[in-house]
């Protein structure tokens, strides 16, 4: 066995297999042209070396970093306008290990790994292989943020960069400092109290993607994009919690939000504060990452990249941006087949957008659906995304409550602020004709996603639950919240008219029921159909298109 340290380059071609299938002479052509045009000989010219092809996949070894970067961006740079050929790099510098028939090393597995995070045409490098650049080099790779790769066990900080496109590039991910949170009064209790919510947002916000947090006391913190500034104030039993974004270089606030409550029991003051504004910032992350990435076309980008697009086209709570969304999910699965919150992605959209049309499944469909579900459960356990997504899955597709509530449960347990889990739950109970346990878990869904464009979509479920649970008052109150959010919804106003005639408000039922004659019936995310027992099939018929 020989080892030795080298600057390693797994390299792909991007959507081979298609091609392949597509036109066999022009995939074969373009691993020719690679090989013998761009590819293997700028390898060449630098110094390199290939150490093994694999169809259309490359291993390439160089002794220098500054000859590996020169190389990798001289053929990222020249294939920038091809029409076929876009290769993705991940680079990486490590021990190999050697023998007569093979090489073994964790660099190799690594290389491979950040490769299937690079965007089409470009290249990832890790946080190990950054260091070691200067000047130019390291100025022009971007952060990629933090990836959690297969068969790595910690997460891996990645650097990107792709050819220069027309307009500006890519930027890195977004950073927030967060700053030491004010208090008043000031008194050795309340200090506690605002360093322990302090704490916890650090430690909650940087288990996500899309960003990259820092404590202020680190020494990169006046080169974040964003700070993150708080200051609780308790009055007598009462607290108030206040947050704010703000762009560091010209103060401007791009969000702010005001957190009050009982501070008799400071911990759980405490505890609902960080529910609640963890899910708010969840979804401004969301939102960051988007605008980072806006002026780049789908074909561009990378697996996290278009997870990021995904997930803001989910917030726009139309079945067109879903259905962008599941396209979006389709190229990311092509990129690497086993991502598991792009199969996660993929299946959520398709089982909203069946119900929003108030479509069934076929049996193929829901067989795939389900594999793909297990598939990312078991890729990623420790994802309360991916349970949630099964959640729905069963629910709406399945009708099986049993395995909707364990996931929805260990979704919970893995992160007990995430309101979309509560919402799968409440489901669940909904149609397992637990009225009560659903209005207390879509209630708790409501609470903590105040920001969210769902939030209409919630308050629709959540008055059908007080409706099945003779809360009629309750129910109309909640579907005119809805109604104040989204008046042209038709559901919204067939589910009021409902509620008007169980009160007998026979002039406000009559109202109600000739505005939703002047709307016509359109699918929508935010009236899914509703998941009730067998028994409701009548009550469901009302609000479907026929």
Same mark, same amino acid.
């Given at each position: 066995? $020989?080892?030795?340290?080298?600057?390693?380059?797994?390299?792909?071609?991007?959507?081979?297999?298609?091609?392949?299938?597509?036109?066999? #002479?022009?995939?074969?052509?373009?691993? $020719?042209?690679?090989?013998?045009?761009?590819?293997?000989?700028?390898?060449?010219?630098?110094?390199?070396?290939?150490?093994?092809?694999?169809?259309?996949?490359?291993?390439?070894?160089?002794?220098?970093? /500054?000859?590996?970067?020169?190389?990798?961006?001289?053929?990222?740079?020249?294939?920038?306008?091809?029409?076929?050929?876009?290769?993705?790099?991940?680079?990486? +510098?490590?021990? +190999?290990?050697?023998?007569?028939?093979?090489?073994?090393?964790?660099?190799?597995?690594?290389?491979?790994?950040?490769?299937?995070?690079?965007?089409?045409?470009?290249?990832?490098?890790?946080?190990?292989?950054?260091?070691?650049?200067?000047?130019? #080099?390291?100025?022009?790779?971007?952060?990629?943020?933090?990836? $959690?790769?297969?068969?790595?066990?910690?997460?891996?900080?990645?650097?990107?960069?792709?050819?220069?496109?027309?307009? %500006?590039?890519?930027?890195?991910?977004?950073?927030?400092?967060?700053?030491?949170?004010?208090?008043?009064?000031?008194? #050795?209790?309340?200090?506690?109290?605002?360093?322990?919510?302090?704490?916890?947002?650090?430690?909650?916000?940087?288990?996500?993607?899309?960003?990259?947090?820092?404590?202020?006391?680190?020494?990169?913190?006046?080169?974040?994009?964003?700070?993150?500034?708080?200051?609780?104030?308790?009055?007598?039993?009462?607290?108030?919690?206040?947050?704010?974004?703000?762009?560091?270089?010209?103060?401007?606030?791009?969000?702010?939000?005001?957190?009050?409550?009982?501070?008799?029991?400071?911990?759980?003051?405490?505890?609902?504060?960080?529910?609640?504004?963890?899910?708010?910032?969840?979804?401004?992350?969301?939102?960051?990452?988007?605008?980072?990435?806006?002026?780049?076309?789908?074909?561009?980008?990378?697996?996290?990249?278009?997870?990021?697009?995904?997930?803001?086209?989910?917030?726009?709570?139309?079945?067109?941006?879903?259905?962008?969304?599941?396209?979006?999910?389709?190229?990311?699965?092509?990129?690497?087949? %086993?991502?598991? /919150?792009?199969? %996660?992605?993929?299946? !959520?959209?398709?089982?909203?957008?069946?119900?929003?049309?108030?479509?069934?499944?076929?049996? !193929?469909? +829901?067989?795939?659906?389900?594999?793909?579900?297990?598939?990312?459960? !078991?890729?990623?356990?420790?994802?309360?995304?991916?349970? /949630?997504?099964?959640?729905?899955?069963?629910?709406?597709?399945?009708?099986?409550? +049993?395995?909707?509530?364990?996931?929805?449960?260990?979704?919970?347990?893995?992160?007990?602020?995430?309101?979309?889990?509560?919402?799968?739950?409440?489901? #669940?109970?909904?149609?397992?004709?637990?009225?009560?346990?659903?209005?207390?878990?879509?209630?708790?869904?409501?609470?903590?996603?105040?920001?969210?464009?769902?939030?209409?979509?919630?308050?629709?479920?959540?008055?059908?639950?007080?409706?099945?649970?003779?809360?009629?008052?309750?129910?109309?109150?909640?579907?005119?919240?809805?109604?104040?959010?989204?008046?042209?919804? $038709?559901?919204?106003?067939?589910?009021?008219?409902?509620?008007?005639?169980?009160?007998?408000?026979?002039?406000?039922?009559?109202?109600?029921?000739?505005?939703?004659?002047?709307?016509?019936?359109?699918?929508?995310?935010?009236?899914?159909?509703?998941?009730?027992? !067998?028994?409701?099939?009548?009550?469901?018929?009302?609000?479907?298109?026929?």
């Amino acid at each position: 066995m $020989r080892s030795r340290l080298a600057v390693l380059i797994f390299a792909d071609l991007v959507g081979y297999s298609r091609l392949m299938s597509d036109d066999e #002479a022009l995939a074969i052509g373009a691993i $020719r042209e690679l090989k013998e045009k761009h590819l293997e000989p700028r390898v060449a010219a630098n110094g390199g070396e290939i150490l093994k092809r694999m169809g259309d996949g490359w291993i390439i070894a160089f002794s220098s970093v /500054t000859a590996t970067m020169k190389a990798a961006m001289e053929v990222q740079t020249n294939l920038a306008s091809h029409a076929v050929i876009k290769l993705r790099m991940g680079i990486h +510098i490590g021990e +190999i290990i050697e023998d007569d028939t093979d090489f073994y090393g964790a660099g190799v597995n690594l290389a491979q790994r950040l490769q299937t995070e690079a965007p089409p045409g470009g290249i990832m490098i890790s946080q190990d292989l950054h260091r070691q650049l200067t000047g130019e #080099a390291a100025k022009v790779f971007t952060d990629a943020g933090s990836f $959690r790769l297969k068969n790595i066990a910690l997460p891996v900080n990645g650097f990107q960069w792709r050819p220069q496109l027309e307009r %500006a590039d890519v930027g890195s991910v977004p950073t927030i400092a967060i700053e030491p949170f004010a208090c008043a009064p000031d008194n #050795a209790e309340t200090e506690a109290a605002v360093a322990d919510l302090r704490d916890q947002l650090i430690l909650r916000l940087s288990r996500r993607t899309g960003i990259r947090v820092l404590d202020e006391a680190s020494s990169n913190a006046n080169k974040s994009v964003y700070a993150l500034r708080g200051r609780l104030r308790i009055s007598g039993n009462r607290g108030r919690m206040n947050l704010s974004l703000v762009v560091r270089e010209n103060g401007n606030m791009v969000w702010s939000q005001s957190y009050e409550g009982n501070t008799s029991d400071i911990f759980k003051f405490c505890d609902d504060l960080i529910e609640k504004s963890d899910a708010d910032l969840r979804i401004q992350i969301n939102a960051f990452d988007d605008d980072r990435i806006a002026h780049l076309p789908d074909d561009r980008l990378s697996i996290s990249e278009l997870r990021g697009r995904a997930a803001s086209n989910f917030y726009q709570c139309t079945v067109e941006s879903w259905d962008h969304a599941r396209q979006l999910m389709d190229r990311a699965l092509r990129l690497n087949p %086993a991502d598991p /919150t792009a199969l %996660a992605m993929h299946a !959520e959209s398709v089982v909203m957008i069946s119900a929003a049309r108030y479509e069934i499944l076929d049996a !193929e469909q +829901i067989e795939q659906l389900a594999n793909q579900l297990n598939h990312a459960v !078991e890729l990623s356990p420790r994802s309360d995304y991916v349970f /949630t997504a099964r959640a729905f899955f069963r629910t709406f597709v399945l009708r099986d409550v +049993i395995g909707a509530i364990k996931d929805s449960e260990r979704a919970l347990s893995l992160n007990p602020s995430y309101h979309v889990a509560y919402d799968t739950l409440g489901m #669940a109970h909904l149609m397992a004709g637990d009225n009560g346990d659903a209005i207390s878990d879509l209630q708790k869904a409501v609470s903590l996603s105040e920001t969210d464009p769902s939030l209409p979509y919630r308050l629709f479920m959540l008055a059908i639950a007080y409706h099945f649970e003779n809360r009629n008052a309750e129910a109309l109150d909640t579907i005119e919240r809805a109604i104040l959010l989204r008046p042209n919804q $038709r559901n919204y106003h067939i589910l009021k008219m409902v509620l008007c005639g169980k009160i007998g408000d026979a002039e406000a039922e009559n109202v109600a029921k000739l505005r939703a004659a002047q709307l016509p019936w359109e699918p929508s995310i935010l009236a899914l159909r509703p998941p009730l027992p !067998e028994d409701k099939a009548d009550f469901v018929k009302l609000f479907s298109p026929d």
